[in-house]
């Protein structure tokens, strides 16, 4: 039980993140797209590969999103992103 209250302690914490990311003024145009079609796909009822294909169906989105967070991640300059988790830390 304690594992899944640090994942989701984890989990809260990095969506902090992202948001402050997304709303950060030197965050680049880029990664503020990938980061929104993330979230965006994520969140969408609709998918690139229907949910009702056995596995496919699942992994599509157990790969798109963390790879387009990973994606955004790598445009977003180190002071910024470190600034945003320094901020997330402390709203926790």
């Known amino acids: 039980m304690r594992g899944l209250r640090v994942w989701k302690a984890r989990f809260r914490r990095e969506l902090g993140v992202y948001r402050r990311v997304l709303g950060h003024p030197g965050t680049p145009r880029a990664a503020r797209w990938l ?3 993330a979230v965006g796909y994520a ?5 690139l590969i229907p949910d009702w294909i056995p596995l496919l169906g699942q992994l599509d989105d157990l790969v798109l ?10 445009r977003v ?3 910024v992103l470190a ?10």
């Open 83 to 92: 600034e945003c988790r320094r901020e997330a830390e402390a709203e926790l």
């Open 43 to 47: 969140l969408s009822p609709v998918d």
């Open 65 to 74: 999103v963390p790879l387009l967070v990973w994606l955004a991640l790598r």
């Open 77 to 79: 300059p180190g002071e």
């Open 35 to 37: 980061l929104g079609l």
